[in-house]
């Protein structure tokens, strides 16, 4: 592509603002863009007021396009900031306040149905907001296009509705920019799933405008779809998307661009097996805090599995997960396998605080840890001396050299700590216990960690951070002490957390309904050897996807440590086949058809 006279803004209301997915998808995409475009790349998002993000760096260098349109901007009267996104790349950045817009938010309004038909006559706070920022993007592109401004074709690629109000304006007043939208997942798809049996089978049939006025989204399903309809160019992240946005947003898409990830930002070398080793320690701090004040397990001979994302029951797959591994827990009952499997459920719901007993016996935990090493350093260092004196050269009672002391302390402690309640299937005070989905599920099927289960669950209604008390670890840090990941999911466009485990060197499960687990089907033959297992959801009823799932986990309970080495190195090898350096080739293709029919304008 000849890039030296193009100019690329990229739109997006994550970009500095980590409320999605799509943060994941900008952030770890923009190396790669800052190498094909260079310094002809900038993106711009919101800026809300008084939470200026910490990732965004102010430049005092306006001598570029980019910079030009911001001080025009700045004369209209609007807050405009410019400068970079302090992310790997460091690629150029615009944050525009959209507040002052409220005051003549109707007239937006007005102009939105009178010229494009789009309603948003009723009251969505969301709505409002993006219609606001779109408003302003739309006014800035407006200075970007002026002559005075840069003589450069420009392109704008606008992700998701609630960017999209631009689009139609910037056709309507043939504007000389190109522009491509980009869908990640469709409004309607959403609602529908969560909500429809067997929803890819009924959605040929689906009428749009009836679903989303039954589920008060019309605004935004009509701001999709006029964004698509008038874009240059159309894209979303999969083949399995693609035929849902023919039906629910009314265009196929021009161009199929799947999600990379930064590998870089993972990458370990020779390091990844033994930083799985150092993690696991760390997780298995945790597992002794919650377990063994009950009963104990062979931390050497357990298996760490996990699940995580947005709490979506359905979509994300969390009904499917709790039914196989109810199935896992009694087939490895049933053929005496000596092996535990603890699963983490990790999602974000409404919680008071972390459960205090879990707290409680976390500590109690770490003051039998404290007191032992005491007691080691006592003996150790009277085990020494009595043995360079000792003329008998007999082997020194070590009881005699632990202070009555220490001894006292530890009887204690173990008293305080052991007792006979079953460990909590759930490591917080959730604030609607009674109603949520997963802990009902859990208590219908009778995973409440029983001593004789030889699956345990920890469902922890919060993200991982280092700041949690429980683990102390970062996500990423996380991902890697685990086994194996676990995201069959029912509706997912593409997928992050699998692609997440790939890239630390961890097996993982997805399904044939999310994008990734589509991709890695037509794109990477025997999945499986490269530690991707993929649960047939598409044509499969539920029961069968439950027990499918079930015999992938028990195969995996049987795999010996050797065998899991292998598989790891494999998934770690295998991970360059999803980074952003291979995959942005389909955004190239989505910007080549711009270019090209910059070309046929030009010879016109």
């Known amino acids: 592509m000849q890039l030296e006279k193009k100019l690329l803004v990229e739109i997006a209301w994550e970009v500095c603002n980590q409320v999605g997915g799509i943060y994941t998808v900008i952030r770890s995409k923009a190396p790669a863009m800052v190498d094909i475009w260079g310094d002809n790349y900038c993106l711009i998002g919101p800026m809300f007021p008084g939470k200026m993000p910490a990732e965004f760096e102010p430049t005092d260098k306006y001598n570029d396009a980019f910079g030009r349109a911001v001080l025009k901007m700045q004369k209209l009267g609007f807050e405009v900031h410019y400068g970079y996104w302090l992310v790997s790349g460091k690629p150029k950045v615009i944050l525009i306040n959209f507040a002052p817009i409220y005051s003549r938010l109707h007239e937006v309004k007005y102009f939105l149905w009178e010229n494009h038909k789009i309603d948003t006559s009723s009251f969505d706070e969301l709505v409002d907001q993006t219609i606001a920022f779109g408003e302003t993007v ?13 003589t450069k074709k420009i392109h704008a690629h606008f992700h998701e509705w609630m960017v999209g109000t631009p689009i139609a304006h910037i056709k309507k007043n043939a504007l000389p920019i190109k522009t491509v939208f980009t869908t990640h997942a469709t409004q309607l ?9 067997r929803f890819y089978d009924i959605l040929p049939g689906v009428n749009w405008e009836k679903e989303a006025r039954r589920f008060n989204c019309l605004s935004k399903v009509l701001i999709e779809r006029s964004a698509a309809q008038n874009a240059d160019v159309f894209t979303t992240v999969s083949e399995i998307t693609g035929s849902e946005c023919e039906i629910l947003i009314g265009r196929k898409p021009d161009v199929i661009t799947p999600n990379g990830i930064n590998i870089e930002r993972f990458v370990a070398l020779h390091e990844f097996q033994n930083l799985h080793v150092e993690y696991k320690q760390k997780i298995n701090q945790f597992v002794m805090g919650h377990f063994f004040h009950n009963y104990s397990f062979d931390l050497e001979n357990t298996l ?18 709790i039914d196989a591994i109810d199935r896992l827990n009694k087939k490895m009952k049933k ?10 459920i990790i999602t974000k719901q409404e919680y008071h605080s972390i459960n205090s007993k879990v707290l409680h016996s976390r500590a109690l935990m770490e003051e039998v840890r404290d007191t032992c090493t005491a007691i080691r350093k006592q003996v150790g260092d009277k085990l020494f001396l009595a043995s360079a004196y000792n003329p008998d050269q007999k082997m020194p009672a070590l009881n005699d050299f632990v202070d009555d002391y220490w001894k006292l302390r530890l009887r204690r402690t173990l008293l305080s700590w052991k007792n006979d309640e079953l460990p909590y299937i759930v490591t917080h005070d959730l604030v609607d216990n009674h109603n949520d989905q997963i802990v009902n599920h859990l208590r219908r099927v009778n995973m409440v960690n029983e001593k004789n289960d030889r699956v345990k669950i920890v469902y922890h209604p919060d993200f991982i951070s280092p700041t949690n008390p429980l683990f102390g670890l970062e996500y990423h840090q996380f991902i890697r002490g685990c086994h194996l990941g676990v995201f069959p999911s029912y509706y997912e466009p593409w997928g992050y957390t699998p692609l997440e485990c790939i890239a630390s060197g961890i097996p993982t499960v997805t399904s044939d309904l999310s994008g990734f687990g589509d991709y890695v089907l037509s794109n990477l033959p025997s999945e499986e050897s490269h530690g991707i297992y993929i649960v047939r959801r598409r044509h499969n009823d539920y029961t069968k996807a439950a027990e499918s ?3 992938m986990l028990f195969s995996f309970v ?3 440590r050797r065998e899991r080495i292998s598989q790891r190195n494999m998934v770690e090898s295998s991970s360059e086949n999803f980074d952003w350096k291979y995959l942005v080739k389909y955004y190239r293709d989505a910007y080549q058809l711009i270019i090209e029919d910059d070309s046929v304008t030009e010879e016109i």
């Open 335 to 344: 053929s005496g396998i000596d092996v535990t499997v603890v699963l983490f």
């Open 558 to 560: 049987q795999l010996t």
């Open 304 to 321: 760490y599995f996990f699940t995580s994302g947005r709490f979506e029951y359905v979509n994300k797959g969390f009904d499917l997960t």
């Open 549 to 551: 799932l079930a015999n």
């Open 138 to 150: 739309k006014q800035l592109l407006e200075q970007l296009a002026q002559p005075g401004t840069t």
């Open 189 to 197: 798809g959403r609602y529908l799933a969560t909500t429809t049996p």
